[in-house]
């Protein structure tokens, strides 16, 4: 987990709370890993989680004790397959020129987030994700919470939560079934596939987006419109 202080002045703070897998990152790391290297019905898992059977967290850390690779093994996969979504760095560019606050808040595993972000030379950048720890009997998941113990219910809402208590205006951005919890919560929501669909299932205004480059043009837009008025 990485925490870097950049928490802007003033009324109108503005936060990005971002997903990871599968919205930073063109496919869903954590799949690939498991699809590689975890033995057993992982799958079986998925679905499941899928419908709503079980919780994101309590999927993760089932299907992650299926993995007995070493770390180095999973950082060297890790490094060849993750490509980051065209526009992240341009993303994060913009948010520091504003002075927003731009988080990830994943239900992936750190230590391949920071893995691919260190690939790319990322560095100024909040993590929050679950906590790993490589043991013979499986890679071992925690959710750690803003109050610093294990999360009792979704990492993502429970972040969401805190960021709108401290006075920000929350911009939400994700692609998948757990992102709709924040999404609930924020003013304004970007969105793309599962996360797309339950936002339309569910009556929440959002924008599609296919790149951190729509992202990043609708945003220009809707910081003006609120100049503007």
Same mark, same amino acid.
């Given at each position: ?69 070493s770390?180095?093994t ?10 980051l ?20 808040? /994943?239900? *992936? =595993? ?10 790319? +030379?990322? $560095?100024? @950048? ?25 999360? /009792?219910? *979704? =990492?993502?809402e ?8 401290? +006075?920000? $205006?929350? @911009? ?33 205004a ?6 951190f ?17």
């Amino acid at each position: 987990m990485r925490y870097i202080e950049m928490h802007p002045t003033g009324e109108n703070k503005t936060l990005i709370q971002c997903d990871f897998d599968g919205t930073v990152t063109e496919k869903d790391i954590s799949y690939l890993i498991l699809d590689t290297f975890a033995n057993g019905d992982w799958k079986k898992l998925v679905a499941d989680y899928r419908e709503n059977k079980i919780s994101v967290d309590y999927f993760n850390k089932q299907a992650f004790a299926m993995v007995r690779a070493s770390k180095e093994t999973l950082t060297k996969f890790v490094s060849g397959k993750a490509k980051l979504r065209p526009g992240f760095k341009e993303l994060i560019d913009y948010c520091h020129e504003r002075d927003f606050r731009l988080v990830i808040v /994943s239900n *992936g =595993l750190d230590f391949y987030i920071d893995v691919i972000l260190d690939d790319a +030379g990322i $560095r100024n @950048i909040e993590v929050f994700a679950a906590q790993t720890k490589f043991c013979h009997e499986g890679i071992q998941v925690q959710y750690i919470g803003p109050d610093g113990n294990e999360a /009792s219910k *979704g =990492l993502k809402e429970l972040y969401a939560r805190l960021f709108l208590a401290e +006075g920000y $205006r929350l @911009i939400c951005l994700g692609n998948g079934v757990s992102d709709i919890y924040p999404a609930r919560l924020a003013h304004h929501v970007f969105a793309r596939d599962d996360l797309l669909s339950h936002c339309t299932k569910e009556n929440i205004a959002c924008t599609p987006f296919t790149d951190f480059n729509d992202v990043l043009e609708d945003l220009r837009l809707l910081t003006q419109s609120r100049s503007n008025a």
